[in-house]
């Protein structure tokens, strides 16, 4: 916590890292040069699985391609007012994440065929939350961690923050795996708001040798700021209460 090193964030969503870490990152962006680098920003057309098109009704707007550009909007517009750096990686979303075509399926065969079956996750419940990342997304994940050590390597970040994967939705976990290919610099997140239903994976923390501890400083302002995302918060929140918990972090023990 001392110093003026940079900070990297690694955000799976274009709202993740200031749901879970929002109030840590103002906090120190007063003090120090912080990034936040969102990985899975894109959407890709139709046709889209039946848990892609639940997802868009959800939000406020109602095309996937232009809800994908509002977030982004919103994101870049809320870590600018933090004063935070933000880079989007450019990555697909799971919900329309599509597998490879197989070489002896025609083209026209192939996309006439019903979505789920050319998704890489057909389902939210059965396949994106039951946190099995797919064997077609471990490739994505080795040229990723590549492009977080080129970014740790540009932006001099001293630390490097991911998600504890806590929820087990695969994005998380992709992200998380992610992040831990660089262990001497990672610190995890505890995932908001999947962490008023679940529990990080003590078993996995333990294995690491990874401890918690809180920040509590500033979370009042906090509540506002994830207002600002506004295609996400009623999805999110659809009581419309936002509720103010210290945010969890996970570092390595003594």
């Not at 997140?189 to 918690?212: H, Q, W």
Request: charged share 25%; hydrophobic share 40%.
């Amino acid at each position: 916590m001392t110093g003026d090193a940079p900070w990297l964030f690694l955000s799976p969503h274009l709202d993740d890292a200031v749901l879970s870490c929002g109030a840590l990152i103002e906090a120190q962006s007063q003090e120090r040069r912080i990034i936040v680098a969102t990985i899975f920003t894109e959407a890709q057309p139709p046709p889209h699985t039946r848990a892609a098109r639940s997802y868009v009704r959800q939000c406020t707007i109602p095309d996937a391609g232009e809800l994908f550009e509002a977030r982004q909007s919103e994101d870049r517009a809320v870590l600018q007012e933090l004063g935070v750096e933000s880079i989007h990686l450019g990555e697909v979303d799971a919900l329309f994440r599509r597998r490879r075509k197989p070489p002896m399926v025609g083209s026209s065969v192939w996309e006439g065929l019903l979505p789920e079956l050319t998704h890489r996750y057909p389902s939210y419940r059965f396949d994106i939350a039951m946190g099995r990342i797919a064997k077609g997304d471990l490739a994505l994940i080795g040229q990723l961690r590549a492009d977080v050590a080129a970014l740790i390597a540009r932006t001099q970040a001293e630390l490097l923050f991911c998600p504890a994967g806590v929820g087990k939705h695969v994005d998380h976990l992709m992200t998380r795996e992610i992040g831990m290919g660089h262990p001497e610099n990672v610190v995890m997140y505890s995932d908001f708001p999947y962490d008023l239903v679940a529990a990080p994976d003590r078993t996995y923390m333990s294995k690491m040798g990874f401890v918690p501890w809180t920040w509590d400083t500033g979370l009042d302002a906090k509540p506002a700021r994830i207002r600002q995302y506004l295609t996400q918060a009623d999805a999110l929140f659809p009581d419309g209460d936002i509720p103010v918990n210290p945010e969890t972090y996970y570092v390595p023990g003594p």
